[in-house]
């Protein structure tokens, strides 16, 4: 069975900066591809950074040279560094993880998710 489980999320003054984590555990092959995705209150569900099986990265536009996600294979964790915040990046962000088919990612899996507020 896989599980996500996330942490580092916290609350920083605009300017700060987090790193969140997410152990996966229960993946049985390697062809997986995982990201990291937030929702705000009364706001629907965003994709924010994603890294496919090859260790391809893509990020929202809203992101983009801020955050930084990378995985750690040996320690089956997904990590989001995210600096610069600002008051819009307030939201849950939770972590999913899938089936790689090329084409895009299934995104079976998802963890809880771990709060993060940005205060101005």
């Known amino acids: 069975q896989v599980q996500?489980?996330?942490s580092g999320g916290g609350s920083v003054q605009a300017g700060g900066s987090l790193r969140l984590?997410?152990?996966?555990?229960?993946?049985?092959?390697s062809?997986?591809?995982?990201?990291?995705?937030r929702q705000a209150p009364a706001k629907e569900r965003e994709g924010v950074a994603f890294i496919?099986?090859?260790?391809?990265?893509?990020?929202?536009?809203?992101v983009a040279g801020r955050f930084a996600i990378s995985k750690d294979?040996?320690?089956?964790?997904l990590r989001l560094l995210m600096t610069s915040l600002k008051p819009e990046?307030?939201?849950m962000y939770s972590c999913a993880a899938g089936r790689d088919y090329g084409s895009g990612c299934d995104y079976a899996?998802?963890?809880?998710?771990?709060?993060?507020?940005?205060s101005s």
């Open 109 to 118: 899996y998802w963890g809880q998710g771990t709060q993060v507020t940005v």
């Open 89 to 91: 990046d307030t939201a």
């Open 21 to 29: 984590s997410c152990v996966q555990s229960g993946f049985r092959h």
């Open 31 to 37: 062809g997986y591809c995982m990201g990291w995705f």
């Open 73 to 77: 294979n040996a320690a089956n964790t």
């Open 4 to 6: 996500l489980v996330e």
């Open 52 to 62: 496919d099986s090859d260790g391809r990265t893509t990020y929202a536009d809203s």
